[in-house]
């Protein structure tokens, strides 16, 4: 479960409570969106001790600060979580702010980012200086699967983790980045397990990332596998595709 801090859908704390115990244990190792942190250490206090409540003290809870802070209000709003034991703290700083990144290692928490990046020469410095624990690239934004394959084992060479995040794509995006998940590596951990690799995805009604598909994906599942059909392993709809087109943002491929 992530608490995000997203700049928009913001929920109360109340709300917030209700609507993790209504999703309860089904949530698994997936994600719900408590809306903002970053706004205050005691609303963020507040957001995160709802979701380490729903989750229980074994559950996976996640910090998203969406890159909406400063080394100074994260350091602040951290000594307010730790005792909650978030899993990792997710894009505490805008992607440029490298010396804001590097000072924030004696936060002593697993960082994570990669989200604002762009393919294999964006993430180098990032990778090679150490700035994330744990490296997320969005096959959407990273430059597809070949640059997605060579940020992974940039990752592997400097012995960090890989899990990508697909938060805002369409069912294509979601069956792409599934069918990477499932050729990363147990690196560094090997056959003895570790951690695990964890599908990030908004579980908001999004029919334009249902209808693509012909067949939607069931993301639901706690454990769920990679769809099996041909290519990425899904069909897109196209005839959804067609009546959803946008005339005037349209463009014509000439073929020869």
Not at 89 to 113: I, K, N, T
Not at 182 to 190: I, K, T
Not at 197 to 218: K, Q, W, Y
Request: hydrophobic share 40%.
């Amino acid at each position: 479960m992530s608490v995000d801090g997203g700049p928009a859908g913001a929920l109360g704390v109340a709300e917030a409570q209700a609507l993790m115990a209504a999703l309860g244990p089904d949530l698994g190792e997936e994600e719900g969106d408590l809306g903002e942190i970053g706004l205050s250490p005691g609303e963020d206090r507040e957001r995160t001790a709802a979701a380490r409540a729903a989750m229980g003290d074994d559950g996976l809870v996640i910090v998203d600060y969406n890159a909406n802070a400063t080394v100074a209000t994260v350091r602040r709003s951290l000594a307010r979580l730790r005792d909650l034991d978030p899993y990792w703290v997710e894009e505490p700083l805008p992607p440029e702010d490298s010396a804001g990144w590097r000072e924030l290692r004696d936060a002593h928490l697993p960082l994570s980012g990669g989200e604002g990046l762009y393919t294999r020469y964006g993430f180098r410095g990032a990778i090679a200086e150490h700035r994330f624990d744990i490296v997320q690239p969005d096959l959407a934004k990273c430059g597809d699967f070949t640059e997605a394959q060579a940020i992974r084992q940039l990752a592997a060479a400097f012995n960090l983790r890989l899990s990508p995040r697909c938060w805002w794509g369409t069912g294509v995006v979601q069956a792409a980045t599934l069918q990477l998940l499932s050729a990363v590596p147990r690196a560094p951990f090997g056959m003895a397990g570790g951690e695990p690799l964890i599908f990030e995805f908004d579980r908001g009604e999004n029919p334009l990332r249902e209808g693509v598909l012909a067949t939607p994906l069931h993301t639901g599942e706690r454990h769920g596998g990679h769809p099996d059909g041909p290519g990425i392993g899904v069909t897109v709809d196209e005839e959804w595709v067609r009546a959803h087109r946008l005339e005037d943002h349209s463009i014509l491929v000439r073929t020869r």
